[in-house]
């Protein structure tokens, strides 16, 4: 199956170019032809959303209310696992679909699906031990999103090997059951590991699932709180990431998630690595995790959608420019000699390190998947820059994923039944 697209814009790996021919086959980009008459419209490559918990979109807005102690990551994290608690299969697909709608609407075309609610509330694997699994590939299939199935890998309440809490009984495995759990995972979508983080998993289980990834995607949690780095430190004298680094094969198909609280060192090793640093800028800022050491870091990055409190690409790089704004007290610092444009800048360099932590090619180039979105306007740089920076509401007009076109003038068709479907299984929980 071929077609052709004809924009009068378009934004290329080596930049903005007019009159863009994009043919595709198969879903993927054939051909890319710039300076041929007759184009309209902003085309960007589809945004990859590099990480979610698409079963936490049932907590937005419901968890923004100061209990009687102070407010913290860890009291956020009470109240996840209650819900989690509470989630049968169905309510999870339900979760998962309008997410996945939204991440469309808001012009992310595939997405990395840190998933770690796998048993049934006791605790006991379901009869398919991918049950929640093939819900999260039956709503990506639904919704018509890429899907990267990201199985995670959880054992530990804490460093050095502590036993599980009872309130984690849901996402426990053993390595054994893990290797079954990612088959299947495999067998439902593309798939990678995920170790949970360096809290829920020992080194040498961490390095057991990467040699069982071998060059598939690895992706873990780390350096996320301040908590987190000391205990770290007090259980092996190291700094996670540091930590992680010395000890694990850690190279271009790592992606490590959150980040934020390393050291210029840390930073620079890590970028040595070739790894993707996973910043989730909208749920750091709602946790209140910190701000990622941007300006000590020259490798690569994407973005990811997190807990999914707000689901818009847009807003990610938004937030990741003013946190560093406001820590830095200083304008446009995202943007690179090469690219002075912010907006632009932001954009590119999220399409190429998502699409990197996915292990899909990224950009609109022959070879990759042909999933783009279009804007309005008339002066792309401007557009790109009003959707990043002044947009009241996503400024997606249309998106296509692997050829086919998803979302129409800014809307999904299945945005009023997946919304209806997850407003009554929300307040039948919460
Ligand atoms: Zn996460």
Not at 11 to 17: E, F, K, T, V, Y
Not at 64 to 77: H, K, L, Y
Not at 379 to 405: H, I, K, M
């Amino acid at each position: 199956m071929s077609n052709t697209h004809l924009f009068r814009h378009a934004l290329l790996p080596a930049g903005w170019a007019e009159n863009v021919l994009l043919r595709v086959e198969n879903g993927v980009i054939a051909e890319v032809r710039s300076g041929l008459a007759g184009g309209h419209g902003i085309a960007l490559p589809g945004m990859p959303n590099l990480h979610s918990h698409a079963f936490q979109r049932a907590m937005a807005g419901h968890v923004e209310r100061r209990g009687a102690e102070q407010d913290s990551f860890w009291t956020w994290r009470t109240l996840m696992y209650k819900l989690a608690l509470s989630m049968s299969p169905d309510d999870v697909q339900d979760a998962a679909t309008l997410a996945f709608v939204e991440m469309l609407e808001g012009g992310f075309t595939s997405v990395a699906e840190f998933h770690y609610l796998h048993h049934a509330p006791d605790g006991t694997p379901y009869h398919d031990i991918g049950e929640m699994a093939a819900r999260l590939a039956a709503a990506a299939e639904a919704a018509g999103i890429e899907l990267l199935l990201l199985p995670v890998f959880y054992a530990h309440a804490g460093f050095g090997g502590a036993a599980p809490a009872p309130e984690q009984r849901r996402f426990v495995s053993s390595l054994d059951g893990y290797t079954k759990l990612y088959e299947r995972c495999g067998a439902l979508a593309p798939s990678g590991v995920a170790p949970h983080s360096l809290r829920a998993a020992t080194m040498p289980e961490v390095k057991a699932l990467a040699e069982l990834a071998g060059s598939r995607p690895v992706h873990i949690h780390i350096a996320e709180q301040v908590a987190e780095v000391e205990a770290c430190l007090g259980f092996c004298g190291q700094r996670p990431v540091e930590h992680l680094l010395d000890n694990a094969p850690v190279g271009p198909n790592w992606c490590l998630v959150h980040a934020t609280h390393i050291t210029p060192d840390e930073a620079t090793a890590m970028a040595a690595t070739g790894a993707v640093a996973g910043l989730c800028p909208v749920t750091e800022a709602n946790l209140g995790d910190g701000i990622f050491p941007a300006q000590h870091f020259s490798g690569t990055w994407g973005v990811g959608s997190d807990s999914n409190v707000l689901i818009d690409p847009a807003r990610e790089l938004q937030m990741l420019e003013y946190s560093q704004r406001l820590a830095r007290r200083a304008r446009n610092v995202m943007a690179s000699p090469g690219e002075p444009a912010t907006a632009t800048a932001l954009y590119q360099a999220a399409v190429a390190g998502g699409a990197q932590a996915l292990g899909l090619q990224g950009g609109l180039r022959p070879g990759a998947p042909a999933s783009f979105v279009t804007l309005d306007g008339e002066t792309p740089e401007l557009a790109l820059s009003q959707s990043v920076f002044c947009a009241r509401q996503p400024a997606v007009r249309d998106v296509w994923v692997r050829g086919r076109q998803v979302v129409a003038q800014g809307r999904h068709a299945l945005a009023q039944t997946a919304r209806l479907r997850f407003d009554a299984m929300v307040n039948r929980l919460v």
